[in-house]
């Protein structure tokens, strides 16, 4: 099955960002050191790192989409949900920890939890081709208008309805985030349609896009396993320091 090595190495270059701005929380949460991340441009620079995450999953989806037209609607629509499941157990997973060493800021619905749901409900959205980009349009302006609200009841978090006084390390409710991922399902039908790419790039040769694209390749078990590595040595250094 052909990769196409740009989506690879954007995604590694979204890892990267990514293991920057957590390193940077984690020591402003274990070590104090006054790294302002809820406003300005560290802020930013993590909303524009899952952005990119985000926008890739929905072009993978699009074209893994285009790659399945040979199946039945129904066992692509299985592929989808038994995918999706197995991300979103990895998010809830994730809970268990959080909740049992951070009760009061653990992850309820963070990006792993984002992204399982999103996928096995994209059949629903996978059949609308370009209308994704006016459908992800609105959802991102209703989320937008939704955020600074505050709800008596939690039962809607995942949608983006929080209840006054919510902390969590991790939040990535369908409202907004899930808009950027149908404007990528959009982006992966309009840009690699029949799961062909229709512009031209020369092939990876590069020493730096291989490795970008390496990092690419196994983002899921990076993620997954990062915060222990960079917890676990800013914890050593604390001690040693």
């Given at each position: 099955m052909q990769r196409f090595w740009e989506l690879d190495a954007l995604r590694g270059?979204?890892?990267i960002m990514m293991v920057a701005s957590n390193s940077l929380l984690d020591l402003d949460y274990f070590w104090g050191a006054g790294i302002s991340l809820g406003s300005g441009p560290w802020f930013w620079f993590a909303r524009i790192t899952a952005s990119i995450f985000i926008f890739l999953a929905g072009a993978s989806l699009s074209i893994s989409n285009s790659r399945?037209?040979?199946l039945p609607?129904?066992?692509?629509?299985?592929?989808?949900v038994w995918r999706g499941t197995k991300i979103f157990l990895l998010g809830m997973t994730i809970t268990a920890v959080t909740w049992a060493l951070f009760p009061s800021e653990f992850i309820v619905f963070g990006i792993l939890h984002f992204i399982g749901i999103s996928i096995a409900i994209s059949p629903l959205f996978l059949r609308l081709g370009k209308w994704n980009l006016a459908a992800g349009l609105g959802i991102i302006i209703a989320g937008i208008a939704l955020a600074p609200l505050r709800f008596g009841f939690n039962w809607l978090l995942w949608l983006g309805l929080a209840p006054a006084g919510f902390r969590s390390f991790d939040y990535f409710p369908l409202l907004p985030w899930l808009g950027i991922m149908l404007i990528g399902i959009f982006a992966g039908s309009a840009l690699y349609p029949n799961a062909k790419r229709i512009f031209?790039?020369?092939?990876?040769?590069?020493?730096v896009a291989r490795k970008l694209c390496w990092l690419g390749r196994h983002s899921l078990k990076i993620y997954f396993l990062?915060?222990?590595?960079?917890?676990?040595?800013?914890l050593l250094l604390r001690a040693i320091a």
């Open positions: 270059i979204a890892i399945s037209r040979g609607e129904s066992e692509r629509a299985k592929k989808f031209w790039l020369a092939e990876n040769s590069g020493f990062h915060q222990p590595f960079i917890v676990g040595a800013i």
